[in-house]
């Protein structure tokens, strides 16, 4: 089945779009504006907004009608998320299992000062009405915060013998969260502690694929709930400790 956006009428391929472009605002940039939107597929575009941004920058809003379709027949979706387990049934599966808490350590990584997202899943208020990983009993939660530097997160690791390891990277522009990712899991395999813990990674532009290409556990995108990564760590744990 061929589907398209849709405004107006059904299946007119309606779309909005916003960039800015290297340009003073004037009509050289309008022009340009337009051959883009057209290159882009979008057939009628029209300029709804414009602002000077200034410094010779300008900024765009483009309406129109796009020519492209998907056919959702043709989509495969390899993510199917993980059942929850319910909040009483991690505890319970983990006190049995273990008789201890569970060391988790969080830290957004790198130059990265985005907390809220890694606070969500931390902290005991939690996310969306969902309670934090810091209101389980079972879990003995260290949120170091933000700009940790993969060096002084490994000695952290080590300093608090974490079971669990939870990094949050937001930013990713030029590509810094693989850097910072890849050398977490690098300066953990050099030390000899990757196979020991649990390492998992987060953010709004993050995948199950990405991460595990990267070398995690485990990887959680946007819209993340803690129930969700408390589940996933209850099931690696027991998994593991087979
Ligand atoms: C608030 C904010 C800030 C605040 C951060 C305050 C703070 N203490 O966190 C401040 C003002 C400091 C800031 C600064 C910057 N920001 Co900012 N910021 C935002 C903003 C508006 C909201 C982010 C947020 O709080 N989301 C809410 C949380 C709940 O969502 P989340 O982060 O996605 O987290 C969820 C999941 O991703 C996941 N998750 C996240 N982390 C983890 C970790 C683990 C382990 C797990 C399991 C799950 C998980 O679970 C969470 C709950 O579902 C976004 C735009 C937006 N609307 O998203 C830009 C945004 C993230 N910022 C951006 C940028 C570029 C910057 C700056 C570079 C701007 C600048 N030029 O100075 C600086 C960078 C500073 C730095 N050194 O990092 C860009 C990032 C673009 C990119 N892809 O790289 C964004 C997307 C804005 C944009 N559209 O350009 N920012």
């Given at each position: 089945?061929?589907?398209?956006?849709?405004?107006?009428?059904?299946?007119?391929?309606?779309?909005?779009?916003?960039?800015?472009?290297?340009?003073?605002?004037?009509?050289?940039?309008?022009?340009?504006?337009?051959?883009?939107?057209?290159?882009?597929?979008?057939?009628?575009?029209?300029?709804?907004?414009?602002?000077?941004?200034?410094?010779?920058?300008?900024?765009?809003?483009?309406?129109?009608?796009?020519?492209?379709?998907?056919?959702?027949?043709?989509?495969?979706?390899?993510?199917?998320k993980e059942p929850i387990i319910d909040f009483w049934d991690i505890n319970r599966?983990?006190?049995?299992?273990?008789?201890?808490?569970?060391?988790?350590?969080?830290?957004?990584?790198g130059s990265d000062a985005h907390t809220v997202g890694l606070d969500a899943i931390?902290?005991?208020?939690?996310?969306?009405?969902?309670?934090?990983?810091?209101?389980?009993?079972?879990?003995?939660?260290?949120?170091?915060?933000?700009?940790?530097?993969?060096?002084?997160?490994?000695?952290?690791?080590?300093?608090?013998?974490?079971?669990?390891?939870?990094?949050?990277?937001?930013?990713?522009q030029k590509n810094i969260h693989i850097h910072n990712l890849t050398q977490l899991?690098?300066?953990?395999?050099?030390?000899?502690?990757?196979?020991?813990?649990?390492?998992?990674?987060?953010?709004?532009?993050?995948?199950?694929?990405?991460?595990?290409?990267?070398?995690?556990?485990?990887?959680?995108?946007?819209?993340?709930?803690?129930?969700?990564?408390?589940?996933?760590?209850?099931?690696?744990?027991?998994?593991?400790?087979?």
């Amino acid at each position: 089945m061929l589907i398209k956006p849709y405004g107006d009428t059904f299946n007119d391929g309606a779309i909005q779009i916003s960039f800015s472009l290297p340009l003073p605002l004037g009509e050289k940039s309008k022009k340009a504006s337009l051959e883009l939107a057209l290159k882009m597929g979008i057939a009628n575009p029209k300029i709804t907004f414009t602002q000077d941004l200034g410094e010779d920058f300008s900024f765009f809003i483009i309406y129109g009608n796009l020519s492209h379709e998907i056919d959702i027949d043709s989509l495969k979706i390899s993510e199917v998320k993980e059942p929850i387990i319910d909040f009483w049934d991690i505890n319970r599966l983990i006190d049995e299992k273990f008789n201890r808490k569970i060391v988790i350590v969080g830290a957004t990584i790198g130059s990265d000062a985005h907390t809220v997202g890694l606070d969500a899943i931390l902290s005991a208020k939690g996310y969306a009405g969902d309670v934090g990983l810091e209101r389980y009993p079972v879990f003995q939660v260290h949120n170091l915060g933000s700009q940790v530097l993969p060096e002084l997160l490994l000695e952290q690791i080590m300093d608090l013998q974490a079971d669990v390891v939870l990094v949050s990277q937001v930013v990713t522009q030029k590509n810094i969260h693989i850097h910072n990712l890849t050398q977490l899991v690098e300066l953990t395999e050099g030390a000899g502690l990757r196979d020991h813990i649990i390492l998992i990674c987060g953010g709004p532009y993050l995948s199950k694929e990405l991460a595990l290409e990267l070398g995690y556990d485990g990887g959680f995108g946007a819209h993340s709930l803690p129930s969700e990564v408390a589940s996933f760590i209850a099931r690696r744990l027991l998994e593991k400790s087979k």
